[in-house]
Structure formats: C-alpha cells, structure tokens
C-alpha cells in the first residue's frame, strides 16, 4: 500500500511537469484502488483468522470437578452435526442428585419436599437422608412396565457420596413416634386347629394376635396402623407394651404337642 502511493505521488509531479500522459495518471490510479481494496480483503481476513482463533480455545461453561474427559490431548475435534462431548463436569459436588425410578402403583405416595431414607453398597451400615424436588410426569415404558423418574436432592458436605452409586431408597410416607407395634408375623399367625370364618367381615384396619394363655392361644381383636412391612402400629386394642403375642408355632413329632415361640414388648 505505501509503494502504491509513492508510486501515485511520483507520477502526480511528473503530469504536473507534463512529463507523462493522462493515461498514464489513470493507470495508476487504478492500481491503488486495487492496492486499498487487497487491503480491505487482507484486514477482513485478519479478522475472520482472529475469530477462529478464540473459537479454537475451549473454555468450561462453569467452574466445577470434571467427572469424565472424553478426548485426549492432541485429538482432532470436528462438530458437524451435533457438538462434541469434551468433559463431563459436575458443578458442586456437595449437593448430589438422586434419579429414581418409580412404579407406577407407588408413584402417588409421593410429593414434593417429601424424606427419603437410603443406603449405598460402599457404606452399607450408614443411612443417608435427602428430600424430593421433582416427580416428572413423562413416564418411561419397558415391556408394559410403567415407571416415573423422581428426582431428590442430598446433601454431600464431607464428600462421601461419588456420582454413579448405587441407592436403594426407602421413602418415608408415613411416620410416628411412641407407638405400639407388633411384628407383622404376629397378624399373619393362626392356630392350626382353629379355622378362621370371620375374615370376611373384618374390616380393612381390623386384625387378631393370639396371646398364650395356660398353654392356649387366645385371640385379641386390634385396630392396626401404619407399618414398614417389618412391624405394624396397633392403634387400639388391649394389647399392652411387653405382652407376649405368639408370632409362630413349632410342633414336636414325638410328643405331638404344641410349643409356642413367643415375642415380648
């Protein structure tokens, strides 16, 4: 560009002096509207190489621990039609995200802000709590099988819990404290010589436990509560804390007689 307009000045003075034609002032002219439009090109140029260099650095969209790196240093990386997956990143670790799938049967016990209890293989004898934030509504069917993902957030200040556990969760739909209960085998029991004809009008919160008395079961109506499928709540009932019920029955061959084991509360 700067010998283009030398070159223009030069022959400037020398068309003032009549020294060369009018034509030849038009040619070089010319050859410096070219030089300034090569200069154009060459800055729009420069400018297009700068933008692909900041394209070439790749920066995290957030701060974070990465999780998973998917490329290694010097491979090539080419987005076509969908964007590359360079690292996973977790941004905080301190607070964990559960997916739980859920049955479709049990998926209206279940709310928003609701206790979750659970437990993961590398620390088996520790229970962890944390709350649910989400039930979506998309379900997901596998062979006619239909469940929900419920989404529940935990906390992980110590940094105990590592992405891709395992949880076997357990949720807390109903809760009470300072109640009577019995185990559920202690529903489930009855004497064998004694055949059952009242089932039928029981009503749905009605059971029996047998106490033994002088050798003898004797059955007690109860109202029942809740339970956790281990030991159920008797809400009502003249059952008292530390009365033995009788959960099952062990009959000796050789004596033929019957030998209660019992439970005490």
Do not use: C
């Not at 020294?19 to 060459?42: D, G, H, K």
């Not at 964007?83 to 977790?90: E, G, M, N, V």
């Amino acid at each position: 560009m700067r010998i283009a307009d030398s070159k223009l000045k030069r022959h400037q003075l020398l068309k003032e002096k009549e020294f060369i034609s009018l034509e030849a002032l038009q040619m070089i002219e010319q050859e410096m509207e070219v030089a300034r439009a090569q200069l154009a090109i060459s800055k729009a140029q420069v400018e297009r190489d700068q933008t692909n260099l900041n394209y070439s650095v790749i920066r995290s969209p957030i701060s974070g621990v990465v999780i998973a790196r998917d490329v290694d240093i010097g491979q090539t990386v080419a987005a076509n039609f969908q964007t590359p997956t360079l690292f996973q990143i977790a941004k905080d670790l301190r607070q964990m995200q559960i997916n739980i799938s859920v049955a479709e049967a049990d998926i209206g016990q279940l709310h928003i802000g609701q206790v979750i209890n659970f437990t993961v293989d590398a620390f088996q004898q520790r229970k962890f709590t944390g709350t649910v934030k989400q039930v979506r509504l998309n379900p997901t069917i596998q062979e006619n099988v239909v469940t929900y993902n419920v989404v529940a957030m935990v906390d992980n200040d110590d940094g105990t819990l590592l992405p891709g556990m395992t949880a076997n969760i357990n949720f807390v739909v109903k809760q009470k404290k300072d109640v009577l209960r019995v185990p559920n085998a202690a529903l489930r029991y009855q004497p064998k010589d004694i055949e059952s004809s009242e089932d039928s009008t029981k009503l749905a919160n009605q059971s029996v436990v047998y106490l033994l008395s002088e050798n003898q079961p004797i059955p007690f109506n109860v109202t029942i509560g809740i339970t956790d499928g281990n030991f159920t709540e008797i809400a009502d009932g003249e059952i008292k804390a530390g009365t033995k019920v009788i959960i099952s029955e062990v009959v000796d061959k050789k004596e033929a007689e019957s030998k209660f084991k019992l439970r005490v509360f």
